[in-house]
């Protein structure tokens, strides 16, 4: 790999890394605002918005300026996402702004991939990009449930600098000042990333033709045969991956008797699972074997339901990283195969942002379903079924679309040589 493809990797780490931290932050200052129960999904809610509303503009605007500037622009919009949080802004507004500058941030970062890189050493990337994203919400959200830990709340309010006044005074505030200089060193880096040469057609400014031009760009993803596969399986493993963080989080603390600080650890026990698997999928699977990860994906739904029978945290360990290896090893395959069609059939920068588009959309309507079952207080073991039957039955289907697919790509090739034959 190239010496700025690892200077991309850390700033990508880092700022994940505030981002998760601050997830677990801003769940904390919602509970000591006494916010009601059906809030707290709604952070991840707000937060994914600006992927949605954003998508036909932000490909656009990777595609605008060097990667680099782009991604060092959209660190210091999370900056002033996470500083709104001091100055009294309600959190869910607070992490709306932090996603604004994700949304615009995530484009660059995986468009560079394809301008650093050749094809063939794409899945390698992903995996590596994976592995790094999700040691990073790991590592993030232990991170800010060590921050929201009164013990370590109390040391962080007894550090002072000599003679400048912070006017720090709770727990929650010590935690933000943490985060943000993570997101100031994630900076540092975005300003080392090498200009890869690459410029785009001048891009289009008017937002109707924006629109437009990314609808076309949308509708040719999910034409295409393998472009329809690999984004479906996406879409739904990062809406449902975004659910089962919550789900985790609520099915500690009903199951195991877990206080946030702590559950917040089991969240990181599922993402060192999808980082396993992600690390063996990026070593075994090459980009043309990518559709045969698909499997694994209706046995994540039927594993996830075990989780309804398990009261013993050393049981919930395995479980959860066995649950994190399936969904990592048939993500990151996927991910490589729609990445690789967005860049044949379009740019990167806005193939990017129609993945974005679709995946945000995914994760928006399944926490909304989940924030309502929280408001109609459904047992946690009812929505871990009903979660797990929806994965796997959405996979099978997924998996018939793709045969259907096959059968007629192999009549057509039949046909076609039929035609030869006449001739």
């Not at 605007?61 to 622009?73: E, Q």
């Not at 990337?125 to 800010?144: F, H, K, Q, R």
């Not at 300003?191 to 629109?211: C, F, M, S, W």
């Not at 994760?363 to 109609?376: I, K, Q, R, T």
């Amino acid at each position: 790999m190239k010496r700025g493809f690892y200077t991309i990797m850390a700033a990508q780490f880092f700022s994940s890394l505030a981002d998760n931290a601050l997830l677990i932050a801003a769940m904390a200052l919602l509970a000591t605002m006494k916010s009601p129960q059906w809030m707290t999904p709604l952070l991840k809610l707000f937060f994914g918005l600006s992927y949605v509303l954003l998508a036909a503009f932000v490909g656009a605007f990777a595609d605008s300026l060097p990667k680099g500037k782009v991604m060092f622009i959209t660190n210091l919009i999370k900056v002033f996402g996470c500083a709104l949080m001091f100055f009294n802004v309600h959190p869910l507004i607070a992490y709306a702004v932090v996603g604004f500058g994700a949304a615009a941030y995530s484009p660059a970062k995986y468009g560079i991939l394809t301008e650093l890189l050749p094809p063939e050493k794409l899945v390698a990337a992903n995996g590596w990009i994976e592995g790094l994203t999700v040691s990073s919400i790991i590592l993030g959200t232990v991170l800010g449930g060590m921050l929201i830990n009164p013990t370590v709340a109390a040391l962080l309010l007894k550090f002072d600098l000599p003679m400048i006044e912070l006017g720090i005074e709770t727990p929650t505030e010590a935690a933000l000042c943490v985060i943000t200089s993570l997101y100031a060193f994630a900076a540092l880096f975005n300003l080392r990333i090498p200009d890869t040469g690459a410029r785009y057609a001048h891009q289009e400014h008017n937002p109707v033709k924006l629109v437009a031009d990314f609808a076309g760009c949308c509708s040719v993803l999910w034409k295409d045969k393998l472009g329809q596969i690999s984004l479906g399986v996406t879409t739904l493993f990062w809406g449902t991956g975004a659910t089962l963080q919550f789900i985790v989080l609520k099915w500690a603390e009903k199951s195991l008797n877990m206080p946030l600080d702590r559950a917040a650890i089991l969240q990181g026990v599922v993402a060192v699972g999808i980082a396993l698997g992600a690390v063996g999928a990026a070593q075994f699977i090459p980009l043309k074997k990518s559709l045969s990860v698909m499997p694994l994906g209706i046995a994540m739904g039927l594993v996830v339901m075990i989780m309804t029978v398990v009261s013993s945290v050393w049981v919930a360990y395995p479980l959860l990283i066995l649950i994190g290896v399936l969904g990592g090893f048939f993500v990151v395959p996927m991910n490589a195969l729609l990445q690789h069609r967005g860049h044949v059939l379009m740019s990167a920068g806005h193939s990017i942002a129609v993945q974005n588009f679709n995946e945000n959309l995914s994760v928006l309507s399944m926490l909304a379903l989940y924030a309502l079952m929280v408001s109609l207080n459904l047992n946690i073991n009812v929505v871990i079924i009903l979660f797990g039957l929806f994965v796997s039955g959405t996979m099978y289907m997924v998996m018939l679309k793709h045969k259907a697919n096959q059968r007629e790509h192999d009549s057509l090739a039949l046909i076609g040589e039929h035609k030869d034959d006449h001739h």
